[in-house]
Structure formats: C-alpha cells, structure tokens
C-alpha cells in the first residue's frame, strides 16, 4: 500500500534529484535538442515545491493535479506539457484517494504514460520519454501479476525504465526537436528519457 506520505516524500525526492542532475540532463538535451531539459524541469519542480505545502492535507488526486497544473503553467519546451499530463492523467486514477493499492499505482503509471503518448504523438523507439515509461510500466504489470510484492515491481519497473533510457542512445529521433537533426541524433541518450527514470528510481526510493 503507498501512503500519501510517501507520494509527497517522491515529489519531493524528484525535486531534489532534478535539482542535483540540472546540468547533466541539459548536457544531455545540447546535443540533439534545445539545450533546455534540466534548465526547465528545475525550474518547474522548484515551483512544484513551493506549491506543495498547500496542498499536503488534500487527496492523493488533488496532489498530483497541483503539480500537473504547475509544470504546465511554469515548464517551457516539450517537457511542461508532457509531464504536466503525465500528472494530470494520473491524478486522476488517484482521486478522492489517501492510499493507493500496488494495482491502483500501476494504473496511475500506465495512465500517465498513455497520456504522455497521446500528447507527444510518441510510440517505442522514436527516442523518447517513452522508451524509458512503457517498458517500465509493462515490466511493473508483470511482476504483479507473478504475485510479487508492490516494491519487487518497482525494481523491476525502474530496471526496466533504465535498460529502456539505455537503448536510445543508437536510436534515430523519430519526435520532438531531435528528430531535426535525423542520423545524427544517433549515439546520445535522450534526455526524457533519463528524466523519466529518475521519476521512476525517485518513486521506488520513496516507497521504500
């Protein structure tokens, strides 16, 4: 069972850690994007932080729509919408709600990631967030489904986003910015999808 604590402590665990990565995930976006993902993801989640304190009495749903609606209103570039529904998706299955079951959190995750896909127009291998969120999202499905525990799934769920974030650097940008650049987007690891795992790696730290 995931309390809302521990969903607070992930928001919070994320900040930090994008915080820390600042520079490494906008190094990551100079060389096939705009030179922006760390800067605006900060600045965002720095927004999400002084947001967040009004809200740690309300449901699990309000929550997740606050920092939703916050990316949206404060994150340029592709990474605003994109996370902004990654969170607005998933506080919807988490409405009204103090706790989440394992399957109820595999359902906020697939959520977001099929919000993300909708929004980005994105599918596996186009060198995305993606490649990181769906396999990460499948491997947690599975794992539930062989009767292992809510923290088993995560590992594998953030093993599995890290072997997905990994498996873009050869890959040629179908979407976004990097896709302008074509073959040579090849050989550099694409930054939502680090971004993406370190939400996931930031989500299993809180759990457990």
Do not use: C
Not at 178 to 203: I, N, V
């Amino acid at each position: 069972m995931l309390e809302k604590k521990q969903i607070i402590d992930w928001i919070d665990n994320f900040t930090a850690v994008i915080a820390e990565k600042k520079d490494y995930l906008t190094e990551l976006d100079a060389a096939i994007g705009d030179a922006d993902h760390g800067i605006n993801m900060n600045r965002g989640f720095q927004k999400v932080s002084e947001k967040l304190p009004t809200v740690i009495d309300r449901d699990i749903g309000t929550i997740l729509k606050t920092v939703s609606m916050t990316l949206i209103s404060t994150v340029g570039g592709a990474s605003g919408p994109l996370y902004g529904t990654f969170f607005l998706k998933a506080s919807a299955v988490a409405a009204q709600k103090e706790e989440l079951t394992p399957e109820e959190l595999v359902q906020l995750l697939q959520a977001g990631l099929e919000g993300v896909m909708y929004r980005g127009k994105a599918q596996l291998e186009d060198k995305t967030m993606i490649d990181a969120l769906s396999p990460a999202v499948d491997a947690f499905k599975q794992s539930l489904a062989n009767n292992n525990s809510e923290l088993e799934g995560l590992q594998k769920a953030v093993d599995a986003a890290e072997e997905g974030m990994k498996k873009t650097i050869p890959l040629i940008a179908r979407k976004g910015r990097a896709s302008y650049l074509g073959e040579r987007s090849m050989g550099h690891q694409d930054p939502g999808a680090t971004s993406s795992y370190l939400m996931l790696k930031t989500l299993l730290e809180s759990v457990r």
